[in-house]
């Protein structure tokens, strides 16, 4: 496995502006999940996608945010308008489509909005 | 209501003892299962140990271990002989039966003291 790869590691930006990351999950893995992390808190849940189809949202993905994965492989997260509440580290995770498989984690995305 | 409750912030523990980070957790569900990662400062999840609600034994994976308490709802880790290395965020997760995105508590951080 060569693992869960995000792209970029960081990412500063000015409120307002629209932001993209890129996430490569382990290459046999038909599941991809994105999730967000704030400073000392666990991992929140955003959205899920099962090979190219988006399962589920949180409540938490506002209409600023969109995510896409077209053809079940790498997927993008956008954040349209920044906000400063928007900072936080994206975290991506993939797995396999199996009963309680694990998430393997990629090393995730962290924005700066100012 | 919480899923997932770490109610340990932060634990400190000297090298080569044992110590259990806590964790319970709420789901009307009879099939569930639950998992601990760790996430060191630089920030992967890099997951430790998964229990099934109906394993009838303690999962363990090397100096990992999880007290597994269904009818208190509680899913304890316990590392053994700890090491320096060991200093990080650790959070438990549950998925439960027909979910398909693991829930994450706060996390408890563990400092090792030499």
């Known amino acids: 496995d060569t693992g869960v790869s995000q792209d970029p590691r960081h990412k500063i930006t000015k409120r307002g502006q629209n932001v993209t990351f890129r996430c490569d999950p382990i290459?046999?893995?038909?599941?991809l999940y994105w999730y967000r992390q704030t400073l000392g808190q666990g991992p929140e849940f955003l959205t899920y996608f099962q090979n190219e189809a988006q399962l589920e949202k949180s409540r938490l993905l506002s209409d600023r945010f969109s995510a896409e994965r077209p053809k079940g492989s790498f997927s993008t997260l956008e954040i349209q308008r920044t906000e400063q509440g928007d900072s936080a580290m994206y975290l991506c995770?993939?797995?396999?489509?199996?009963?309680?498989?694990?998430?393997?984690f990629g090393s995730g995305t962290q924005l700066s909005v100012l | 209501a919480q899923k997932i409750t770490q109610t340990q912030p932060g634990m400190f523990v000297q090298e080569k003892e044992a110590v259990t980070l806590d964790c319970t957790y709420d789901?009307?569900?009879?099939?569930?299962?639950l998992f601990w990662y760790k996430q060191p400062s630089s920030g992967e999840m890099i997951f430790l140990i998964y229990q099934g609600s109906y394993d009838e034994q303690n999962a363990t994976e090397g100096r990992y271990s999880l007290n597994f308490q269904k009818a208190r709802k509680s899913a304890n880790l316990v590392i053994s002989a700890s090491q320096l290395g060991d200093s990080a965020m650790y959070f438990c997760?549950?998925?439960?039966?027909?979910?398909?995105?693991?829930?994450f508590g706060a996390g408890t951080i563990l400092r090792v003291k030499s």
């Open positions: 995770a993939s797995s396999r489509q199996t009963t309680n498989e694990k998430l393997f």
């Open positions: 290459s046999e893995h038909n599941r």
């Open positions: 997760a549950m998925r439960e039966e027909y979910g398909n995105k693991l829930v």
């Open positions: 789901t009307s569900d009879q099939s569930y299962g």
